[in-house]
Structures are given as structure tokens and as C-alpha cells.
């Protein structure tokens, strides 16, 4: 692999560890309510990340105990830090778990940036 993923991340994880990253993610967010949780495989499709998992959350603060908690949760299985964009009070907090990017927005945010739309199934 080369380009900028290739010197800036570790090696990718193999299909069971991103299969228990995700489930780590999507336990955490199904603990905290998340609405709508939505997972897309980016293999091939993006450099940043492998998959790609998408929740609602009702308000602010509910996000960003979604946010602070997954944290929390990555930490305590093994995946190390993990970092944190907008968990200040935002309609949108991305979280950077390496192979996976968590998105967790408000309803009319989620609607507006239409994630699902760009790099779902239709991308290609």
C-alpha cells in the first residue's frame, strides 16, 4: 500500500478485528439510544477508513455522552485513543477510531450532509 494512508496509519485491521471494533461501536451507541445506526464498508471506496458507521442522536448532550462513552468503551477493549471532532455541544461530533469513522449527528444535520447518500452503495 502506498500514499498518505499507508504512512499514516498502522497496518489494517483484518476483518475479525474490524468486525469486533464494530461491534464495540455499535454497542456503545445502541447502550447510549443512538437512533438510526447505519454501517457502510469503504473498502475500496475511500483511504481514510474502511467502514464508516452513521447514528442520530437526540440532542447535544446526548451526543456527546454517545461520543465521551465510545471513548471510554474503545479504550477499555484495547483499541487505543481514538479522536474526537465537535464534542463541544455541535449538531455533528466525528470520532476517528483508525479502520472505522463514527459520525453521530442531530436528525436535521444527518439529513442535510446526507452521508449515506455519498458514500453508500450508490457511490459506485
Known amino acids: ?3 498518505p494512508r499507508a504512512k499514516s496509519r498502522k497496518a489494517a485491521a483484518t476483518p475479525p478485528e474490524l468486525d469486533r471494533l464494530q461491534a ?3 454497542g456503545s451507541l445502541e447502550d447510549d439510544k443512538g437512533e438510526n445506526i447505519v454501517t457502510l464498508d469503504l473498502a475500496g471506496k475511500a ?4 467502514r464508516m458507521i452513521i447514528a442520530t442522536g437526540l440532542a447535544d448532550r446526548q451526543i456527546s455522552a454517545m461520543a465521551m ?3 471510554e468503551k474503545l479504550r477499555e477493549g484495547g483499541f487505543g485513543r481514538v479522536r474526537i471532532e465537535g464534542e ?3 449538531d455533528w461530533v466525528l470520532i476517528d477510531a483508525g479502520d472505522i469513522v463514527v459520525h453521530l449527528f442531530k436528525p436535521d444535520s ?3 450532509y446526507g ?3 455519498m458514500w453508500g452503495a450508490d457511490l459506485d
Open 47 to 50: 483511504s481514510f477508513a474502511d
Open 24 to 26: 464495540v461501536i455499535v
Open 88 to 90: 463541544g455541544g455541535s
Open 1 to 3: 500500500m502506498s500514499g
Open 115 to 117: 452521508l449515506e447518500k
Open 69 to 71: 462513552h465510545l471513548q
Open 110 to 112: 444527518r439529513d442535510l
